[in-house]
């Protein structure tokens, strides 16, 4: 595992921000309706601010969903098990503009999870200097090498 020193920690740059959801003792109802759990995501996307580009969920037999908010910052995905009450959420967001934690707080309060955890991590760690990380470099020209 990287071990940080406490300066390298406050200097840290990164691509984008991803949010790792446990949502445990959810309503199982909710859980088990594809409907409900697609409208969840979607309007967790649009919670945090984010540009909601395609979605797709499936639903299993004789229970549970995966499903995938593909936004222009990067993505939502979730798995549910109703027979267990839970699901796990990732949401991973690009850039400065989204929020990613207004998404988290709003899906623990809409599947009614009594007992989540949330992780940060940051993805894409490319710079230890503070050098300021655009969300979208410049396009390099093919010629260019």
Not at 42 to 62: D, I, L, Y
Not at 94 to 117: D, M, N, T, W
């Amino acid at each position: 595992m990287l071990k940080l020193s406490r300066r390298e920690t406050h200097e840290l740059q990164s691509l984008g921000t991803h949010l790792l959801l446990e949502l445990r003792e959810c309503s199982t109802g909710i859980l088990h309706d594809l409907d409900r759990v697609r409208d969840i995501m979607v309007s967790a996307a649009r919670e945090a601010k984010a540009t909601v580009v395609e979605v797709a969920f499936h639903e299993f037999n004789p229970f549970g969903i995966s499903g995938m908010v593909i936004i222009a910052e990067s993505h939502l995905s979730i798995h549910t098990w109703p027979e267990y009450n839970y699901a796990a959420v990732d949401i991973f967001t690009c850039g400065e503009i989204i929020v990613p934690q207004e998404a988290a707080h709003y899906l623990i309060r809409e599947f009614g999870a009594k007992s989540p955890s949330l992780v940060e991590m940051k993805r894409g760690i490319l710079s230890f200097d503070g050098t300021k990380l655009p969300h979208k470099p410049e396009a390099r020209s093919q010629h260019a090498q």
